[in-house]
């Protein structure tokens, strides 16, 4: 890797935190404004948490592309399960190299895995208990996932995906899912015989800010992954940038003629659902796909949304 496209690689992944600073105000303004603080703290400290855990454990159970790894033997084929890193990132040059971008990207990715949760367990769910959860998903499940998915055995079964939507994404959503079984509702979520009532966030422009932030800071992760980890050219950064866009205009586009025909006008909340939903179901592609299919990507993604949300 050239020195220029380290830098570029480096200034995309200063994007990421856009991302954790997006989902944060979106969650808080789709919230109670009574725990609109207390939602922002949480982000806050999840997304430090979960960085400082990476770099103490974490990277060495996730390792980077070509790194030392313990692999485990089928019908004469070695598999690679697990990286075999030092803690600490002990012996890893911080020097612009791929394998020390990859260890910077993994700590804000792992931020953004854990910030994920918070919105399923929003004005019930303590703070202790999210530094919890976030420091065993930082430690152990999002390393072990990312190992998989960039370096090991799926990596080696053909599995492409650049901007971390099994790791990142569809982890995050899998703890946020775990999380709601465990709280259960939001109260006032059903009445007394069991129908659901919608609970409107306190503030739409909130939400609707933090799209933008959200993303800024998806361009950034789908593209230093690009490089990183599907070893794409430079130039197919813009590629990345507008299959990412049209994904998410396509979703929220989705999202907002169907709500308008539901219920008489968009919905803003809906709409910013579909908005991230459109960015996350583009990223694992974004660097291969063609921009027509990254529209449908987030069409399909935003009709889904709508039906499901």
Known sequence: MTPEVSVLCLLFILLVPFAGAGLAIINAGLGRSRNAAHMMLSSLCVFALAAVVFFVIGFAFQGYPGGPAYEFIIRGKPWNWIAAEHFFLRGLPLDGSPASLVALLGMLSAGLAATIPLGSGADRWRLGAACLSTTVLAAWTYPLFAHWVWSGWLAQLGFIDAGGGAPIQALGGITALAVTWILG???????????????????????????????????????????????????????????????????????????????GKPDASLCANGWVSGLVASSAGCAVMPPAAAMIVGLVAGALVTYTG
């Open 185 to 263: 509702p939001r109260r006032g979520k059903y009445t007394s015989d069991r129908m659901p009532m919608a609970i409107p966030g306190h503030s739409a422009v909130l939400v609707l800010l933090g799209c933008f932030l959200v993303w800024l800071g998806w361009i950034g992760l789908d593209c230093a992954g690009a490089i990183l980890y599907a070893h794409a050219e430079p130039t197919r950064s813009v590629l990345v940038v507008v299959n990412a866009s049209l994904s998410a205009a396509a979703a929220l586009l989705a999202v907002a003629a169907i709500t308008r025909i539901r219920f």
